[in-house]
């Protein structure tokens, strides 16, 4: 069965500092990959998705993820973070065309200092 | 464009008790979603509908939890009765087709069961 694995529970960075926030599956082909973001009380909304093609991938709010397919790796990163970002971050895995279970991984809660 | 609108936004109920939720997807989203979110989890697939019939509800605990998108638009989610451990934010989510369409998340309903 496929896994997500996000190996960071809780992370703090300081307002400007470089982020990267780690995410692994578990799946023999390159399933679809994708991060979420979820502020208190809200739904999810999608920052970025990969399907094929250029493995390093642009999302909203100046995100960005790399596909790795030797380290069965999709993380998450971002140059600068702003005050704003400090949500939680879920990585999920879609086994392709055709799959339509879309599983999460357990989210990575994202503290910014001002 | 309006996204998918839920209700209630919180819930409290005691256990044996039964409740409802309601979720209206984004116009011309043929696929919905519901998801259980528990506390310090990623959002697991309860039940997927294509238009009114029903994808994959393989993660959904028949005994109690029932789901119904009558119309082919907005659905109801019940469980009854409510365990200790159905309490958790439970997420409606639509895209416009099952493939590679985003899913679009409403802000969920937080149930507390006591």
């Known amino acids: 069965a496929q896994s997500v694995t996000q190996p960071d529970i809780h992370i703090t960075v300081s307002e400007g500092a470089s982020l990267e926030l780690r995410c692994n599956y578990s799946?023999?082909?390159?399933?679809?990959l994708f991060w979420y973001v979820q502020s208190p009380g809200q739904g999810l909304q999608l920052l970025l998705k990969?399907?094929?093609?250029?493995?390093l991938v642009q999302g909203i709010k100046g995100f960005e993820a790399e596909f790795k397919r030797s380290q069965s790796s999709f993380n998450l990163r971002k140059p600068s973070v702003h005050w704003s970002d400090a949500a939680e971050y879920f990585c999920a895995v879609r086994l392709g065309a055709g799959s339509y279970q879309l599983t999460f991984g357990k989210g990575t809660k994202l503290s910014v200092i001002p | 464009e309006a996204g998918v609108a839920q209700s209630p936004r919180y819930k409290i109920i005691e256990k044996r008790q039964s409740v409802a939720f309601w979720c209206n997807p984004i116009s011309g989203h043929a696929t919905l979603y519901w998801y259980q979110q528990i506390l310090g989890q990623g959002p697991k697939l309860l039940i997927q509908?294509?238009?009114?019939?029903?994808?994959?509800d393989s993660q959904l605990p028949k005994d109690r939890f029932s789901a119904e998108r009558l119309k082919g638009v907005d659905s109801t989610l019940k469980i009854q009765p409510a365990k200790l451990e159905d309490s958790a934010v439970y997420l409606c989510a639509s895209s416009l087709e099952q493939g590679t369409s985003p899913l679009h998340f409403g802000n969920g309903t937080r149930l507390t069961v006591t």
């Open positions: 799946y023999g082909a390159t399933p679809y």
């Open positions: 990969y399907f094929s093609g250029d493995t």
């Open positions: 509908f294509q238009n009114n019939g029903v994808v994959d």
